[in-house]
T-cell receptor, first 111, second 109 residues
Framework: NAGVTQTPKFQVLKTGQSMTLQCAQD?????MYWYRQDPGMGLRLIYY???????DKGEVPNGYNVSRLNKREFSLRLESAAPSQTSVYFC??????????FGEGSRLTVL | GENVEQHPSTLSVQEGDSAVIKCTYS??????FPWYKQELGKRPQLIID?????GEKKDQRIAVTLNKTAKHFSLHITETQPEDSAVYFC????????FGTGTRLQVFP
């Protein structure tokens, strides 16, 4: 039982490049989330998916797109990376109003 | 939408003292209020949570109180230990969970 798995763990991009962060959970949770964490800013919600087939914007959605591929997988795409998107990205999942379980995080640097 | 404010941003206490971290939220529809602990380089982990139908919850040295009328909730850690040193985050919401900006707690031996 791996919980929430994110890939890649580390990535360096040049400005303007695109990439997709992958996330999968094996806990049969309905809801999945993407947060970014910057020093002094806490965890800011980018997008979330309350159930398979739905996605909603969070606090900081600009520059990102998401896909809820199926119940297990929720990906985050940066179409044209900018230095301001340098951050640690956390995927998380939960069932109903239960505990939010986080992945290990993906550290992204945009040069 | 929901807005969560957390204070203080840093807190230093002597081992054995108590620590209190406070959060306020804006959306009266919020019904779930978790607290997470994050150690350096690691993922956030749940330490305690409370739902809107409960005013107080305790788990050993950790307690959380919720005042829905005033829209604030607090984390209380008693008999602090050096291993309690970490960053603590509060959050509030329903399906959409919004986090506070965190409190860096340092416990000095």
């Amino acid at each position: 039982n791996a919980g929430v798995t994110q890939t890649p763990k580390f990535q360096v991009l040049k400005t303007g490049q695109s990439m997709t962060l992958q996330c999968a959970q094996d806990m049969n949770h309905n809801s999945m989330y993407w947060y970014r964490q910057d020093p002094g800013m806490g965890l800011r919600l980018i997008y979330y998916s309350a159930s398979e087939g739905t996605t909603d914007k969070g606090e900081v959605p600009n520059g990102y797109n998401v896909s809820r591929l199926n119940k297990r997988e929720f990906s985050l795409r940066l179409e044209s990376a900018a230095p301001s998107q340098t951050s640690v990205y956390f995927c998380a999942s939960r069932q109903a109003d239960g505990e939010l379980f986080f992945g290990e995080g993906s550290r992204l640097t945009v040069l | 939408g929901e807005n969560v404010e957390q204070h203080p941003s840093t807190l230093s206490v002597q081992e054995g003292d108590s620590a209190v971290i406070k959060c306020t939220y804006s959306d009266s529809a919020s019904n779930y209020f978790p607290w997470y602990k994050q150690e350096l380089g690691k993922r956030p982990q749940l330490i305690i949570d409370i739902r809107s139908n409960v005013g107080e919850k305790k788990d050993q040295r950790i307690a959380v109180t919720l005042n829905k009328t005033a829209k604030h909730f607090s984390l209380h850690i008693t008999e602090t230990q050096p291993e309690d040193s970490a960053v603590y985050f509060c959050a509030a919401g329903t399906d959409k969970l919004i986090f506070g900006t965190g409190t860096r707690l340092q416990v000095f031996p």
